[in-house]
């Protein structure tokens, strides 16, 4: 197709899709009373309680282990388990395998509603039912995978070769066959990249569980919060900074080496041993945290919870949804859906320059790109909540609060994305333009942006779809959004409140799924 052929958006397209991002922009403003003069009024207090955190309590190295090796026990277990019902579910979802509507569709709706869930909802519920401890944890963990796994596997499983499967079909192989020989050879190293990716982000997720008494690490972070003992949480931070980066370390390695393979030629026995050493270990993790986790069973009273649950999660509090005089269901999604959308936009201009950083083909030295992913990975590991309360101190328990540390927390993920698409780019054009002279500039505006620009938009969107369930998280330490009533009702076992609430997160969830979903595939 020559260039000329390329058709390109109308400009009153272009124009009018500016202008309503605009007034969003202002809307969210508006919502969040979001304003630089509190933030700069508020730095002092910023750094008041930065140096309350700083020096670290090393000694209190000592007693995170315990915590931090159920975190990643908590991890293990729920990942792998997780795993076994996203794979099935994400093969009967992918229509290229499934071709029957009645299958395909039901099992999308599953996948859809369970991801829209945030995963602490899930903790506070199975800490109600089974008790506060890791069992809780483990369980939300479950859920959490099955929802990122089971999408993320059948996108891929879409996407694969349909030659093989036409040549089995064409010869008459059932659908079993059809699985095993066309199907899983295609996708196992994609199902398996993904799932030591959904590990790393289950470690990540897991360390905040414990705020509503899931056990691991988290639970030990909630104490010494509770007590004021910053000192205490910035070790807990840097304790699970350093577990964060080397499992990201070792992940990326592996997941590198399933989609591209070694770098070096390997004999067929060295490769042998080293899927045999891997199995051993895999298998070794599996025990350790199955024989190491303290799992309970169900509690006296959970019966009488969960009929209680069930009841008044089947008969929502529609009165709820619209309160004239005071807060209610829309109001509280209308400030979430603000936290999210300017905390996005603040994320995906901050993260920019540091994307560039880090990007290794930006730059002659490892050692410069090295540093920048260092850095992002510090940003992402720092959990949302102690960034919630840091500017908490500065403006306030409100939506404020929540739109700083959601766009901050973000600029560590969303910068990591940014850093790949660079890294993937083709440096041709660079390359030519470099060749005749032209300034860095001059090459960022004409052969790097062009390139990455799609890329940089999708994973916008993306992660904005990501912030609008996290936003409905923050509310747990009063960072504004439909946290704080759901928490309240959590609380008071007000299941009727809870479910009119979960009703309308499911819905602001997948609407803003959908949307995205239909905009990342026009772009890309």
Not at 186 to 198: G, N, S
Not at 330 to 346: D, M, Q
Not at 446 to 462: E, G, R
Request: glycine share 8%; proline share 5%.
């Amino acid at each position: 197709m020559s260039v000329t052929s390329v058709k390109r958006p109308p400009r009153t397209k272009i124009y009018l899709t500016a202008i309503i991002m605009i007034l969003f922009l202002i809307g969210s403003i508006y919502q969040t009373d979001a304003t630089l003069s509190k933030l700069v009024t508020g730095t002092p207090e910023i750094l008041k309680f930065i140096g309350e955190m700083f020096p670290p309590d090393w000694a209190f190295f000592a007693d995170i282990w315990k915590p931090m090796a159920q975190t990643i026990q908590m991890s293990i277990i729920g990942t792998t388990i997780g795993a076994l019902f996203a794979y099935p579910m994400a093969l009967l979802a992918a229509r290229n395998v499934t071709t029957a509507p009645w299958l395909f569709y039901p099992a999308r709706l599953i996948m859809n509603l369970l991801r829209t869930i945030p995963d602490l909802l899930y903790a506070a519920l199975f800490a109600v039912l089974v008790g506060f401890g890791p069992t809780a944890g483990t369980l939300a963990l479950i859920f959490f995978t099955f929802g990122i796994l089971s999408k993320l596997s059948y996108e891929s499983t879409e996407a694969i070769d349909p030659g093989p499967l036409e040549a089995m079909t064409a010869v008459g192989a059932n659908k079993l066959k059809l699985i095993r020989f066309g199907v899983l050879p295609q996708v196992a190293p994609t199902y398996l990249a993904h799932f030591l990716y959904t590990f790393e982000v289950s470690i990540r997720a897991s360390a905040i569980l414990g705020l509503v008494g899931a056990g691991g690490i988290g639970l030990l972070l909630k104490n010494t919060l509770d007590l004021f003992r910053y000192d205490q949480s910035c070790a807990i931070v840097i304790y699970t900074l350093i577990v964060v980066v080397i499992i990201d370390l070792v992940s990326t390695r592996f997941r590198s080496y399933l989609l591209k393979g070694s770098a070096k030629p390997m004999s067929q026995s060295r490769a042998l041993t080293y899927k045999v050493v891997g199995w051993v270990a895999v298998i070794a993790l599996f025990i350790w945290s199955l024989t190491g986790l303290e799992l309970t069973g169900f509690q006296p009273t959970t019966w009488i919870l969960t009929k209680a649950m069930i009841t008044g999660l089947f008969h929502p509090d529609w009165a709820y949804v619209y309160i004239p005089e005071g807060e209610d269901l829309l109001r509280s999604l209308l400030e979430t859906l603000s936290i999210s959308y300017l905390g996005n936009f603040v994320s995906a201009i901050v993260c920019l320059p540091f994307a560039f950083w880090a990007a290794a083909n930006m730059s002659r030295y490892r050692a410069v790109s090295g540093t920048g992913k260092l850095f992002l990975s510090i940003v992402r590991t720092i959990p949302e909540i102690i960034m919630a309360l840091i500017f908490i101190k500065a403006v306030g328990p409100n939506a404020y609060a929540g739109v700083m540390a959601l766009g901050l927390h973000s600029v560590g993920m969303l910068g990591k994305l940014y850093a790949e698409a660079i890294e993937n780019m083709d440096m041709g054009p660079t390359e030519a333009m470099n060749a005749v002279g032209a300034n860095i500039w001059q090459r960022m505006a004409f052969a790097v942006i062009p390139q990455v620009i799609p890329d940089f938009i999708s994973y916008t969107l993306y992660r904005f779809e990501i912030n609008v369930r996290s936003a409905t998280l923050l509310g747990v330490i009063g960072a504004g959004g439909i946290g704080t009533p759901l928490i309240f009702a959590l609380n008071a076992r007000q299941w009727p409140r809870v479910g009119i609430i979960l009703i309308g997160i499911i819905i602001t969830v997948s609407v803003i799924d959908y949307i995205s979903g239909s905009l990342r595939k026009r772009i890309v």
